[in-house]
């Protein structure tokens, strides 16, 4: 199967759900062999511990929302994945935004684990800009995944979004025995979800599936409508402009610790 270079992001902190699924999810691709990278504001030392051998890490730095969204832009426009999956209100947002500001060159996938009320209501009283923000964007988005019928209905609801542009997918890692390998987490992505996930994202990025619809996991995983490598540190450009500073950490599959790069203006 051909690999590609995908990108998560979020932009809440590691305890939130969306964060560990995202880091779930890119542990799972990456050991389908794909290049990923997990692009957030700022990690936290148990994000960098959380990491897979194999998922580099892209920190933008702390920044307003219209330079973060800028910094993201720079992002897409030099590394080029071929998607960007976003996930959680404020994330998809910005994922939005820097999209349009790219020209539309990389698709955006946008996810949601919490029923959209919740995420309203911790808007607070930035609710209503919201709510126009989300008609306004959701619906330039390449594909919705709601972990939820219900969350999905609500997305589509609000924001006006046709059914044929979502999806349902619980994308909640499962625990697993035994410890975690260092640099490993705890909790993985099960092969269902993460093969159709993986379906899911080479659709909206225009991809042939064909291989992937001939997967028995992917099969039994779809419904009717749709039917370990080693890493290199790489030399990566700052993408936060000239005044702000941004780290760039990237993971290396060096034994039991992973090694960082930082890159800073």
């Known amino acids: 199967m051909k690999t590609h270079r995908m990108a998560l992001f979020v932009s809440a902190g590691s305890d939130h759900g969306e964060t560990r699924q995202m880091l779930a999810l890119a542990a799972g691709l990456t050991r389908l062999g794909h290049e990923v990278d997990v692009v957030l504001p700022h990690a936290e030392e148990d994000v960098v511990t959380s990491l897979a051998h194999g998922v580099r890490l892209v920190e933008l730095g702390r920044q307003g929302p219209l330079a973060l969204s800028l910094a993201l832009t720079r992002y897409l426009a030099r590394h080029k994945p071929c998607v960007l999956m976003s996930s ?49 964007k959701y619906p330039q988005a390449a594909l919705v995944i709601g972990a939820s019928e ?105 034994g039991l610790s992973a090694t960082h790069t930082d890159v800073r203006d």
């Not at 910005?94 to 808007?123: C, D, G, M, S």
């Open 88 to 136: 959680g209100l404020e994330a998809n947002l910005t994922a939005l935004k820097a999209a349009r500001l790219n020209r539309r060159r990389v698709p955006v996938v946008i996810h949601h684990v919490a029923a959209l009320a919740q995420e309203l209501a911790a808007a607070g009283n930035r609710r209503d800009a919201a709510r126009r923000a989300m008609a306004l």
């Open 150 to 254: 219900a969350i999905t209905q609500a997305l589509a609801s609000e924001a006006g979004i046709p059914q044929a542009n979502t999806a349902q997918l619980d994308l909640a890692p499962q625990r697993i025995g035994g410890a975690a390998h260092a640099g490993e987490s705890s909790a993985a992505l099960e092969e269902g979800p993460l093969m159709r996930c993986l379906w899911l994202l080479m659709q909206a990025a225009g991809m042939n599936t064909q291989e992937l619809e001939d997967s028995p996991s992917v099969a039994s995983a779809t419904p009717a409508r749709v039917q370990g490598r080693d890493t290199q540190t790489v030399p990566i450009t700052a993408f936060a402009g000239d005044r702000a500073s941004a780290t760039y950490r990237v993971t290396a599959n060096a």
